[in-house]
């Protein structure tokens, strides 16, 4: 037989039924539901000749005059034990070496796998001998004694079956003779739960007998907590988390060697559903308006689905489901829309959910809206609250309260909800973003339900200080940069920029400027000729400066700026250079030349323009003419 638990707490008469699959179960001489609201099957089983079975996911429904709610769904399998998808293979091995063999069953529930010699149990007190719980075996170190007929049996409470015999033979090793690191298996992709134990296996051989390591992927530690080893290199962890998951490295070492083979496996640690936020129960006066809010955390991420009265929710008319289900929004209630919704979030590795109540309320028998709400900033991501105490009449119906939060100008969908005890008339809202305004509002709540909410606040986070400033530089010449800088991204109120420079061979601050928010650029001029120089830049507000950001700017580059212009073919600075000066005997070997061919320019350049003064007093008034381009330039 087969019998479920419902365990059910709310006012009564509560009526129980059962699902299948969706679909209510028939009681009757089969099927029962007792007093207690377990369900009874007396001859659970496969029927062949309808090809009928009672196996399904099954789940209780509960309903008294408040509405409908669901339990979690329970899978139900019939169990079996099929034939064996893979048996042990016969294998030679030289002594000393490593045997590996495996067999494959899939039984409901999961086989236990034992091995036998020789058609008599194996046993597991030689610590050569290592039995995983895939039905993996594996033999270190062979010795003649270990050949013989292996086969492995399956067991459930289902059935009991052997596998096929393989013939392990042991063959003289020529101990002399080199033979490369193999891993005969290694890790595969594995996939758990938390809290469940994954083993990833590596067996190899050669000669001399390689050492096996194991590593992951990314350079983190594997650990020592709930690690072990089993046999001579397979990896367990014990107690999986989240952080366990990744790529593990198994590598087969040879001593005394760089010489080593490596194989990868993934481990993924799945981890069910937890919920972060609850929907709350509330009452609301027909033609308001109802905000639940849902969220769930796990890996990998739920899907979130309501059920309104134990069937599955439809967004239309006047319910609308946001924020990826996140949120279930229902306004201009009706009487139709007062029921018990549920939401449930779901992934590969579990199910969870919760449940809240809409009620339609009468105005006077709901407490009193709260007064008295007040908001402080605590710092730039938190605010105190404060409100009245009611009258003690109020009071002793109230069975806490509810604050409503969010940002100020965002959608009533947004709101995050914090429950606070009946004895609280404080509470501090924390993790906010800074210098933000928030609406606020406080209801309070007694068993029937919500009463109307208190007047909305509106209440600012204090400024953080602002993000640092990017920025970069240009040398104009060897005695005059410029500085250019960006706006902060990041929340906090901007003031202005403060800038500060000296050359590097003086410890002290040789300028400072001050700056309002709008400015973005600033020229240093008379600067030392030719010296490196150290620029600090920070913004900052009423509540600090930022961090700051620093650079080296060399002045040398000015040499190359001004040479420019002339027919020395040096290459222009565009932006700072950083703190080093490269090739000091080319870089004055150029600036020479540069000089030289200046002078030498300069020279020619006089020459041009007494032959075009000469011109000119030839030519008469109006008739201007260069020789070659440049002199009219000069006149």
């Known amino acids: 037989p087969l019998m479920l638990d419902c365990q059910v707490e709310g006012e009564g008469p509560i009526t129980i039924t059962w699902r299948r699959n969706g679909v209510p179960i028939a009681t009757g001489t089969r099927a029962t539901v007792l007093i207690n609201g377990t369900l009874l099957i007396r001859n659970f089983s496969k ?130 003779i080199y033979k490369e690191p193999v891993i005969l298996s290694g890790p595969q992709n594995l996939t758990i739960n938390v809290h469940q134990t994954a083993i990833l296996e590596c067996v190899a051989t050669g000669n001399p007998r390689p050492i096996v390591s194991w ?180 009071s002793q119906q109230i069975i806490g309260y509810v604050l409503h939060i969010r940002k100020l100008g965002e959608p009533d969908s947004a709101e995050l909800q914090e429950a606070v005890s009946k004895t609280t008339f404080k509470h501090e809202f924390s993790n906010l973003e800074a210098a933000t305004t928030y609406s606020i509002y406080l209801k309070a709540y007694s068993a029937l339900g919500g009463s109307q909410q208190s007047d909305s606040i509106m209440a600012s986070t204090l400024g953080g200080v602002p993000s640092p400033p990017s920025f970069f530089t240009k040398v104009l010449n060897q005695t005059a940069m410029q500085v250019y800088w960006e706006l902060p991204s990041k929340p ?48 900052f507000n009423g509540n600090g400066d930022s961090p700051s950001n620093r650079r080296l700017v060399s002045l040398a580059d000015g040499e190359r700026a001004a040479a420019a212009g002339s027919s020395c073919n040096c290459d222009q600075s565009d932006g700072s250079t950083s703190a080093l000066l490269v090739g000091l005997h080319s870089g004055l070997a150029c600036i020479l030349c540069c000089l030289l061919l200046s002078l030498f320019e300069a020279f020619i350049c006089r020459i041009k323009v007494r032959l075009s003064v000469k011109v000119f007093s030839h030519a008469g008034h109006g008739d201007l003419r260069s020789l070659d381009g440049k002199a009219s330039g000069l006149l």
């Open 215 to 394: 590593s992951r992927l990314d350079g983190r530690s594997i650990g020592v907590e709930g690690i072990q080893v089993l046999g001579t290199g397979n990896l367990m962890i014990s107690d999986a988390t989240l952080q366990h998951s990744g790529v593990y490295v198994c590598s087969a070492n040879r001593p005394g060697s760089r010489s080593r083979r490596t194989a990868l496996g993934r481990l993924v640690v799945q981890a069910p559903p937890e919920f972060v936020q609850w929907p709350q129960s509330v009452s609301r006066p027909a033609g308001a308006s109802a905000v639940f809010s849902c969220t769930a955390s796990g890996v990998p991420d739920p899907h979130l689905i309501w059920l309104k009265n134990g069937k599955l929710l439809t967004p239309i008319g006047n319910v609308k489901l946001t924020n990826g289900n996140t949120t279930l929004a229902i306004t201009r209630i009706t009487p139709d829309d007062e029921a018990i919704y549920q939401c449930i979030a779901e992934n590969s590795a579990g199910t969870n959910q919760a449940s809240a109540r809409l009620a339609i309320s009468q105005g006077s028998e709901l407490p009193e809206a709260p007064t008295g709400l007040q908001a402080a900033p605590l710092s730039s991501s938190s605010l105190q609250l404060t409100w009245d105490q009611p009258a003690e009449h109020v």
């Open 47 to 176: 029927r062949r000749e309808s090809n009928e079975t009672d196996a399904g996911e099954y789940e209780c429904a509960a309903q008294n005059r408040y509405g409908m709610l669901v339990s979690r769904k329970a899978r139900v399998q019939l169990a079996s034990l099929p034939k064996f998808l893979s048996h042990p293979e016969s294998m030679n091995v030289d002594v000393g070496g490593v045997a590996r063999l495996t067999c494959q069953v899939n039984g409901i529930p999961e086989a236990n796998i034992t091995w036998q010699k020789d058609r008599h149990s194996l046993s597991t007190d030689d610590h050569r001998y290592t039995l995983l719980p895939n039905g993996v075996l594996q033999i270190t170190g062979v010795q003649q004694t270990d050949g013989g007929l292996f086969r492995c049996i399956a067991s459930n409470i289902a059935n009991t079956r052997y596998s096929h015999e393989a013939q392990l033979t042991v063959t003289a090793a020529r101990s002399r």
């Open 492 to 539: 906090g109120k901007l003031e202005g920029f403060r800038l500060e420079y000296r050359s590097v061979s003086n410890p002290e601050v040789q300028g400072q400027e001050t700056f309002p928010a709008h400015i973005n650029t600033h020229t240093i001029s008379h600067l030392e000729p030719a010296a490196i120089y150290e620029i600090q830049l920070v913004a």
